[in-house]
């Protein structure tokens, strides 16, 4: 459960409470910063909405009174586990102002839509991002200059393969998501969705079937790419497909155990003669595969979510000092450089000549989006708000 703040001084801070699915369970306005100053009434707020939602994680945005914000949340009691995150907002306020959004939250104001989409973010980013225009991300030097169809084409083939890699988490996916699934089109995303929100949860694939219009035939292509993680079955959370459960579960009785202990035990699974499963429908690679996902079922490949922290003394332009070392996040990647945020509102440039100690040609050779990294202050330009950035150290 999800508390999702797209923060601000005047207009105060956006505020939404979501469900483990990204249901949106209430949304407020607090007043903690200037003008209004209204701290004890937006604390009071804030700790009442953590209690009663059981808030698990705060998603705060990246954009004005971002850093504010975050010092302000650490005077809230959080409950027990939950941790502040800073969620990039680029194309937060599109998304807000999109059909998809208006279809969504019909009859929300469009900055409870942009506190959403934050909250969302954290939860199941992908989910998210596929709601938006890659132009409008604001990453890349000429995303606006190339054929804006191929480009398309090309987010189109990322996202396929990214879903081919990790799987789609099935509780959390967006309609939008979904449709990228093997055997699922947008009208039974659309049907999946709906019926999420009808029934709640899915507890296992098979849940699937109940799904209106989706037969056997598309739960036979879409089942080994979408995820339960709260399913009894732990197969249910893994690349293996419902028609091999039996195969597996006779694995499992092979060598005296049950499926769970099968995935825990290398032991256990070192018994197993695969040979001896060879069948007409079931190969050798198959069977290889099959044991290779049940060593580390539901394997993300992709790196884990750090907790990142600018330094604490410099929250504005005019705090830098040339010769200040800070940490940072890559937040776009040019020809001439990388821009990396720390934390002062307005991104800094590492040029190409001062990423690494060696004739770089591609800055890409050394960093990526998101990357945390560690950066030196250059110079600090006031009247232009330009800053330089150095990685030689």
Same mark, same amino acid.
Request: net charge positive; proline share 5%.
């Given at each position: 459960r999800t508390m999702a703040i797209d923060p601000g001084f005047r207009n105060g801070c956006k505020i939404a409470c979501l469900d483990e699915q990204g249901g949106l369970l209430n949304h407020t306005v607090i007043f903690p910063h200037p003008p209004r100053n209204e701290k004890v009434k937006a604390l009071t707020e804030l700790q009442q909405l953590l209690d009663k939602y059981h808030i698990q994680a705060v998603a705060i945005g990246n954009g004005t009174a971002s850093r504010e914000t975050e010092e302000f949340l650490r005077r809230v009691?959080?409950?027990?586990?939950?941790?502040?995150w800073t969620v990039s907002e680029d194309g937060a306020s599109i998304y807000s102002a999109s059909e998809i959004a208006r279809e969504e939250f019909p009859d929300e104001d469009v900055t409870v839509r942009g506190a959403v989409s934050i909250g969302r973010r954290l939860m199941d980013p992908? &989910?998210?991002l596929v709601k938006i225009d890659p132009k409008n991300l604001g990453i890349g030097q000429y995303q606006h200059d190339v054929d804006q169809k191929k480009l398309k084409h090309s987010l189109d083939q990322t996202v396929e393969s990214c879903v081919n890699a990790v799987g789609v988490e099935l509780n959390t996916a967006s309609r939008e998501l979904l449709s990228y699934v093997s055997g699922i089109g947008p009208a039974l995303a659309d049907n999946i969705v709906r019926h999420r929100n009808r029934e709640g949860a899915?507890?296992?694939?098979?849940d699937l079937l109940k799904v209106d219009?989706?037969?056997p035939k598309a739960?036979?292509?879409?089942?080994g790419f979408l995820r339960v993680r709260e399913s009894a079955n732990p197969l249910d959370h893994s690349a293996v497909h419902p028609e091999r459960y039996g195969l597996v579960e006779r694995m499992a009785k092979s060598v005296g155990c049950d499926v769970q202990t099968l995935i825990d035990s290398k032991?256990?699974? &070192?018994?197993v003669d695969i040979d001896s499963f060879v069948s007409d429908d079931?190969?050798?690679?198959?069977?290889h595969d099959i044991m290779k996902e049940l060593e580390k079922p539901g394997l993300d490949p992709r790196a884990r979510f750090e907790v990142f922290e600018f330094d604490k003394n410099v929250s504005k332009i005019e705090d830098l000092r040339e010769g200040m070392e800070l940490p940072g996040i890559v937040t776009n990647i040019t020809a001439f450089g990388a821009f990396v945020d720390v934390g002062v509102h307005q991104d800094g440039l590492v040029h190409i000549s001062q990423l690494a100690n060696r004739r770089v040609n591609d800055p890409s050779e050394v960093v990526h989006l998101h990357q945390h990294v560690r950066v030196k202050v250059l110079d600090v330009d006031l009247r232009r708000r330009r800053i330089?950035?150095?990685m030689k150290f």
């Open positions: 009691r959080l409950p027990e586990g939950c941790k502040l992908l &989910s998210e899915f507890t296992c694939r098979e219009r989706l037969g739960y036979e292509q879409s089942a032991e256990a699974r &070192s018994r079931c190969g050798l690679p198959t069977l330089s950035l150095t």
